[in-house]
């Protein structure tokens, strides 16, 4: 199965049953110990029966224990060539960590979520909002907190190669640019648990003027994802200090630059001109090498 199987059973675990979310979550926990675990023994260290396993490898995309297994020992396997390669230790940051190995253990990781949200995003889906932002006769971003610097980003470089792109961050804001919204337009939510409660509210309102509408959210089943005609899923490696927004903002960065130099691409003439109008216009703002 693609991608990486710790970073997919994160993105299930909102939308998993309770037995099944207390063994992903011993999972998580200690993926190497799972891996020479019987299905017994998981059973007991989850505090669940056998047949609550069963229902989650299945849950989970596999027939069964062994299969999930197997895949389990190669993302574990893959994850520490990865650590080897990059000369760290382990991925978690620790209390006695020098400052070099706390910087090398933060590049490892980032490095590692843009490769996994490339390996695991839906093409198909990135080429469907591609094609509907460049032809898109206005575009809002929502997001909210860390999202919504990640949605200015997506705004300022759409707008600088001539695309009419809004993002606003004050909830009402939202709330009236998406009214604003009809049929041609496209709304963006970005939120990395996809219950982000005023950006559902904005991409709903916009859906509803007639816009279509994206999410970009680390869980693709979450309400977000559930109310959007696209889904761009991201694919975060958390850690002890890399929780929540700071491990997703990497992610939701590279998606947004995917989602960018396609659409520059698409416009490529105007997208050139419009990059040397822009350039050109604020150079009288930059100080000479002898300043």
């Known amino acids: 199965m693609d991608g990486d199987l710790l970073v997919r059973l994160r993105q299930m675990l909102p939308s998993l049953r309770p037995a099944e979310l207390r063994i992903a979550e011993t999972v998580l926990d200690d993926p190497v110990a799972v891996v020479g675990a019987t299905i017994s023994d998981l059973a007991a260290r989850a505090g669940v029966s056998q047949a609550s ?7 989970a995309g596999y027939p069964g224990y062994p299969g999930f297994r197997i895949d389990l020992a190669r993302t574990t396997s893959r994850r520490a060539a990865e650590r080897e390669r990059s000369g760290v230790a382990q991925g978690e940051i620790t209390r006695d960590d020098d400052l070099a190995e706390v910087v090398s253990k933060i590049a490892f990781h980032e490095a590692r979520t843009i490769e996994s949200t490339a390996r695991s995003i839906d093409l198909d889906a990135l080429e ?104 761009l899923t991201t694919a975060v490696r958390e850690t002890q200090f890399r929780t929540g927004a700071l491990a997703s903002r990497i992610a939701q960065l590279a998606v947004v630059d995917f989602l960018f130099v396609n659409v520059a691409q698409r416009r490529f003439d105007a997208t050139t001109a419009a990059l040397k109008h822009t350039y050109d216009a604020v150079q009288q703002h930059r100080m000479g090498p002898d300043s």
Do not use: N, W
Not at 161 to 180: K, N, R
């Open 53 to 59: 396993v069963v229902r989650f490898c299945r849950s």
């Open 128 to 231: 469907e909002t591609v094609r509907a932002v460049a032809a898109a006769d206005r575009i809002d971003v929502y997001g909210v907190g860390a999202s919504g610097l990640t949605a200015q980003d997506l705004a300022q470089k759409l707008s600088r190669i001539g695309l009419v792109c809004f993002a606003p961050m004050d909830s009402h804001q939202q709330l009236q640019s998406a009214a604003l919204l009809g049929p041609g337009s496209v709304s963006i939510g970005i939120s990395h648990t996809g219950r982000t409660v005023e950006v559902h509210q904005a991409l709903t309102l916009a859906g509803r003027r007639g816009a279509s509408t994206v999410a970009i959210t680390g869980f693709p089943t979450s309400p977000l994802a559930r109310l959007a005609d696209t889904v």
